[in-house]
């Protein structure tokens, strides 16, 4: 049985806070702890931040985002920090920040993706709203939140969705022409694989690749690529499709995408 993680409204409070995770993560890629790092920001203001509170909101809400498995942390500040381009630095936070946050990831995948799927040019407020209605019956905390925290929730998904290329527009949402550079797919390949899912059925069928408003062609293209390039080995025979990953974890992998074998 598919488990329902409940969702949490922290989305209300902060949006996307790109400047702030990518200071937070350059600190982590320069050696220090996640700890250290929380000192910095509480005690050196190293995002710049007058108030106590908004210091705590502020780490509160990338800690929850990115920073809960220090390994994984490591490992995710180095992609970002050291990334070949600044695409794949940002689609590889929107897909950690998707996988912390599920109502993000939910209101993607069954929301934002089958407007995409159906032809509409774009996704709005009332298309995310319709979602949350039809979502409480699975989700019975949707119905503690008040019209005002849910409108702003709605907002924040609309804004990070601009703010990581998959929308455009100030008031009425369009979808963008979203660009997703190889080695952004090569991670969330190996990000999945860390999960089990390591099987050419399983993978092309994952739905966290609608998340980047892929379909199945899509990714088979570009596992057709990451095959090319030397990240695994694609093969279709047939009806029979083979996939086997060259490197042995996310880390490995990272530390190929990154340059440093």
């Known amino acids: 049985m598919k ?3 409940p969702y949490t409204a922290t989305l209300s409070g902060k949006s996307t806070l790109l400047a702030e995770t990518f200071a937070v993560l350059r600190e982590l890629d320069r050696g220090h702890t996640v700890a250290e790092v929380k000192a910095l920001v509480m005690e050196a203001d190293l995002l710049g931040k007058l108030t106590q509170s908004t210091r705590k909101s502020v780490w509160d809400h990338l800690h929850t985002r990115y920073l809960t498995d220090e390994t994984r942390a490591a490992t ?3 992609m970002v920090t050291r990334a070949p381009d600044q695409q794949t630095a940002s689609l590889v936070l929107y897909f950690e920040m998707c996988r912390s946050l599920p109502v993000l990831r939910d209101a993607v995948i069954g929301c934002i993706y089958p407007r995409y799927a159906a032809g509409f040019s774009g996704a709005g407020k009332a298309d995310l709203q319709r979602f949350f209605d039809e979502s409480a019956a699975s989700h019975p905390e949707l119905t503690a939140w008040s019209p005002q925290t ?5 907002s924040n ?3 990070i969705l601009r703010d990581f290329g ?11 022409r979203l660009y997703m550079p190889l080695p952004a797919f090569v991670y969330v390949l190996y990000r ?11 993978v092309l069928a994952h739905e966290d690749w609608r998340l980047f408003l892929l379909e199945s062609a899509d990714v088979q293209a570009l596992l057709v690529e990451a095959s090319a390039a030397g990240y695994c080995t694609f093969k279709v025979q047939g009806d ?5 990953l060259r490197f ?3 880390e490995a992998c990272v530390e190929s995408l990154t340059g440093e074998v």
């Open 3 to 5: 488990s329902n993680p």
């Open 76 to 78: 995710l500040a180095r």
């Open 150 to 154: 849910r409108d702003k929730v709605v």
């Open 192 to 202: 999945l694989a860390g999960d089990g899912v390591r099987t050419a059925q399983g």
């Open 157 to 159: 998904i609309l804004t």
């Open 248 to 250: 042995p974890s996310l």
């Open 240 to 244: 029979v499709y083979i996939l086997d």
């Open 166 to 176: 998959l929308l455009t527009g100030a008031q009425n949402k369009q979808f963008a």
